[in-house]
């Protein structure tokens, strides 16, 4: 292959992300069926994934809801944009890369209603002990001393233009974009996410109970 057309393939590679992949198309019965719901989406930033566990905590009373509600992304997919404007998005992770930011900032523009999911996205949690030191000192400290560096390979903290920068701080949401409710909890409850959940696809005023609000 010529360097020229080696350029070509790594530009091509370089524009596509997850969410201008093809999509999979739906049947359009379902499509039809999902008209006029309530439209739910859930992304994860930096975080362990725990938060997302509690939303499948809802279990089989989410069930309840499909009548009023169509989830048009969740974070086990992982997908970064959502297709159509929604009226309630869940945030989970907390904010530490320009590609956070502007993951966050299109749920922003594309929900009605945002809320913050748990310790890292409600005030930056665990990812943030980060910020109590220099990030160059992070980078070493994972890259360079780790006890896990592959031996014999020298070390390099990566920098590959394709990767996201990685933020000095990492940030809780509202930090970024105006944020509407805050779920704490590290993960909270899958009872505190349906709570609230139900609240607003029946048009009640938020009311999270202290027994099923954590802080921990
Ligand atoms: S709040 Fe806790 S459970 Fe949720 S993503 Fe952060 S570390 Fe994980």
Redesign the pocket.
């Given at each position: 292959m010529s360097n020229h057309s080696v350029k070509q393939v790594n530009s091509a590679v370089n524009e596509i992300y997850s969410h201008d992949l093809p999509r999979t198309p739906v049947d359009a019965e379902f499509l039809a069926s999902q008209e006029g719901k309530i439209k739910v989406s859930m992304i994860?930033l930096v975080?362990?994934?725990?938060?997302?566990?509690?939303f499948l905590d809802m279990d089989e009373r989410i069930l309840n809801l499909l009548d009023k509600v169509t989830i048009l992304r969740s974070s086990l997919t992982d997908v970064k944009r959502i297709p159509d404007r929604c009226v309630v998005g869940f945030v989970?992770?907390?904010v530490a890369s320009e590609e956070n930011i502007e993951t966050l900032e299109h749920y922003r523009e594309n929900c009605d209603i945002l809320i913050s999911?748990?310790?890292?996205?409600?005030w930056g949690?665990?990812?943030s002990m980060r910020n109590l030191l220099p990030l160059s000192e992070c980078l070493e400290e994972a890259y360079i001393n780790s006890p896990t560096a592959v031996s014999g390979v020298i070390p390099i903290i990566p920098n590959h233009p394709d990767l996201t920068k990685v933020t000095t701080k990492v940030y809780p949401c509202h930090e970024v974009v105006k944020m509407d409710y805050f779920i704490p909890?590290?993960?909270?409850d899958g009872d505190a996410i349906f709570k609230v959940l139900d609240d607003l696809v029946n048009g009640r005023p938020v009311d999270l109970p202290t027994s099923i609000n954590r802080y921990d």
């Open positions: 994860a975080g362990c994934w725990g938060c997302t566990l509690s989970e992770g907390g999911v748990g310790a890292c996205a409600v949690g665990v990812p909890g590290c993960p909270p």
